[in-house]
């Protein structure tokens, strides 16, 4: 069964600072993994996803993440926040040959100025 | 493509009442799910279909609780008799079968609220 684990339900950080918001996934077959970002009053928007190939992959505003199929983790980064960033972030898993996406929780992104 | 469109927006009802949510997804896409998103519960999938038909309906809350996707280009979710927990925003995602099309994309919900 596949699961995901988003660590930390809320994360503060202060404009230009690092953006680290963690996730970590299971699933018996090779993932396809995917980051959201949801505004106020609005649906979830793709930010980024992995499906093959490099495991480092970039998304819009500046985002990236790594897959480590080792540490079953796909992480979101982004070297220098912005006050626009401040919404809901959710990693997605969903197995190849699936039809299924499963959410984590959400990770509220707090930026402070 | 216009995206997935949901109708309506917004829907203010009395308890007891029937609600009738609708999605049309992105054309071409042959996976359409149901999501309900709470404070307390998250973004929980109710119901996927492909190609028209249910695969896993084990999120639908109740009985209370039916959806349909009569054609490729339409699906309902209903609710009947509402009740004030299911107050929530309801989202309908679709999604290919292609390497380039793995994700779901998302309308821009239904916010449900039942008084």
């Known amino acids: 069964a596949q699961s995901v684990t988003q660590l930390g339900s809320h994360v503060s950080v202060s404009e230009g600072a690092l953006v680290l918001l963690r996730c970590n996934y299971s699933?018996?077959?090779?993932?396809?993994l995917f980051w959201y970002v949801q505004y106020p009053n609005q649906g979830l928007q793709l930010l980024l996803k992995y499906t093959t190939g490099a495991t480092l992959v970039k998304g819009i505003n500046g985002f990236e993440a790594e897959f480590k199929k080792s540490e079953t983790s796909f992480h979101l980064t982004k070297p220098s926040a912005h006050m626009s960033d401040a919404a809901e972030y959710f990693c997605a898993v969903r197995h190849t040959g699936g039809f299924k996406t499963i959410f984590g929780a959400g990770t509220r992104l707090f930026v402070k100025a | 493509d216009a995206g997935v469109i949901q109708s309506p927006r917004h829907e203010v009802t009395e308890m007891g009442q029937e609600v009738t949510l609708r999605c049309k997804p992105i054309?071409?896409?042959?996976?359409l799910f149901w999501y309900r998103q709470t404070m307390m519960r998250g973004l929980e999938l109710l119901i996927y279909f492909n190609n028209n038909v249910p695969i896993d309906d084990s999120g639908m809350p109740e009985d209370r609780f039916s959806a349909k996707m009569p054609n490729a280009s339409f699906s309902t979710l209903k609710i009947q008799p509402s009740e004030p927990r299911d107050s929530a925003v309801y989202f309908c995602a679709s999604s290919g079968d292609s390497l380039l099309d793995t994700e779901a994309f998302f309308g821009q919900g239904t916010r449900l609220t039942v008084v």
């Open positions: 054309s071409g896409h042959n996976s």
């Open positions: 699933s018996s077959v090779p993932p396809y």
